[in-house]
């Protein structure tokens, strides 16, 4: 009877993550967690409050909020937690990457489980958005809807392009920090600060890109410290924030970068596409300040209730940061088709923002059956005939796949002249998986099967 009991407590999600929570070693660090979900969960609910679709005269518009309200772009500030991600994600992979040179198994195999956990769920997605499209086009949807409608649902993907990239890095920035310590750091954000001098003073705006990698990389890097217990010190927490916050507010007000940390479409410079230096200062500020409640938040997630919940968040939190925008978007797509009057309401009134947490929550409920269905995706393929795949495939596999997600989270589905190239891209991470070694390309393996 008491076996039955126990059985029955571990079914489901709910029951699974109840599961994990009691499994969980004291030696973690469940702050870790909590920030990542927590990061993520900011990232979502930025999303559905800035999205301001609009009917008027017969026609339908998607706003931005941030373009409709130049005061809102102060919430940016408060939203944009993207520095907390490749922070967390340097602990993280520091934590990973020893571990795995402990048990002596390899690159290749490290880094082909970690793109498999990154990259499967973004597969399904993919998917859907193709008959999507489809069906859209057979209804008579006018394309410029269907790339409007894919681009805003497909950009979360940017961050996986830039994140695997800095995935492939960490046996590098690993053997600079062990080498060099905190100079390594100082060299990533003096090369950061370098690409914004060339980008504004010299005209060079190309070399924009390079930020992609100095910033994040330099935020990354950071994680590492806090992994070794140099960020520990109250003095150290204060000067990080202190010295983030000053830097952000005289980047902003004296220098060109404009107030939002999140691009904004009425914007000449964005400081996002590609990252600049006010990201690198609101990561200082934000690293400071959040651990600087480490120690209570460690307590408290000692707790069952927070930390059961935090697991059951970090279980489904690709699944979650990448069908946020679709479920939003065919929910938006459905009311202009069907009753676009309640897209009356002026974007940024008072009505309007008392209408907010009612959209919310219906976007939330939309996402529930997509997390249900697709969440599963996060776990790794356990399947006997799964074999080791060279770097060489690895690196090919991630290069095809980040041209595909960086073409479909800037342009869309629609914006090209030719639904080939739109194609293209759509195939790009498939046949990037398949050379990963997984995916339903691979011979063998299918991971849309149980």
């Known amino acids: 009877m008491e076996e039955t009991s126990n059985s029955n407590k571990h079914k489901g999600i709910l029951g699974q993550a109840r599961k994990l929570a009691d499994l969980t070693p004291p030696s973690r660090n469940r702050y870790v967690d909590f920030l990542r979900a927590v990061s993520i969960m900011s990232v979502v609910l930025g999303h559905w409050i800035m999205a301001a679709p609009f009917y008027e005269r017969g026609k339908p518009y998607m706003h931005h909020l941030l373009a409709v309200l130049d005061w809102s772009q102060w919430l940016t500030w408060i939203f944009q937690v993207m520095p907390i991600f490749f922070f967390v994600g340097g602990y993280a992979n520091l934590t990973s990457w020893e571990a795995n040179l402990r048990k002596e198994q390899g690159y290749a195999q490290w880094l082909g489980t970690r793109l498999e956990r990154l990259l499967g769920p973004v597969l399904p997605l993919l998917c859907v958005w193709v008959v999507l499209t489809l069906a859209a086009k057979s209804i008579g949807i006018p394309q410029g809807f269907i790339k409007v409608g894919s681009r805003i649902a497909l950009v979360p993907t940017w961050f996986l392009a830039v994140y695997i990239m800095v995935v492939l890095f960490v046996p590098a920035t690993y053997a600079a920090w062990k080498r060099f310590g905190l100079w390594s750091i100082i060299a990533l954000i003096a090369g950061a600060v370098a690409v914004d001098i060339a980008f504004f003073a010299g005209g060079f705006r190309s070399l924009g890109i390079l930020n992609y990698f100095f910033v994040w990389l330099a935020i990354h890097q950071i994680g590492y410290a806090w992994r070794e217990g140099l960020l520990d010190s109250v003095k150290t927490m204060l000067v990080l924030f202190l010295a983030g916050l000053f830097l952000l507010v005289a980047l902003v007000n004296w220098g060109p970068y404009p107030l939002s940390l999140v691009g904004v479409p009425t914007d000449k410079i964005s400081n996002t596409l590609p990252p600049k230096l ?56 459905l009311g202009f088709y069907l009753i676009p009057g309640i897209f009356g309401i002026d974007p940024g009134s008072g009505i309007w923002w008392a209408w907010r947490p009612v959209w919310v929550l219906t976007f939330a409920a939309g996402t ?73 390309l691979r011979g063998g393996i299918n991971i849309f099967n149980k």
């Open 368 to 440: 529930l059956p997509f997390l249900l269905a697709f969440s599963r995706f996060e776990r790794p393929s356990k399947s006997k005939d799964k074999k080791n795949v060279g770097v060489f495939r690895l690196y090919a596999g991630c290069f095809l796949t980040c041209a595909g997600l960086a073409y479909l989270a800037l342009r869309g589905i629609g914006s090209a002249p030719h639904w080939g190239y739109d194609a293209v891209a759509l195939a790009l991470p498939f046949i990037g998986a398949a050379c990963a070694g997984f995916g339903p």
């Open 278 to 333: 006010p990201l690198l200062a609101l990561g200082l500020a934000q690293i400071g300040l959040l651990l600087s409640m480490q120690s209570p938040a460690r307590k408290w997630l000692d707790r069952i209730l927070p930390w059961t919940s935090t697991v059951l968040v970090n279980g489904m939190i690709m699944t979650i940061f990448l069908w946020h925008s679709t479920s939003m978007m065919l929910i938006i797509g």
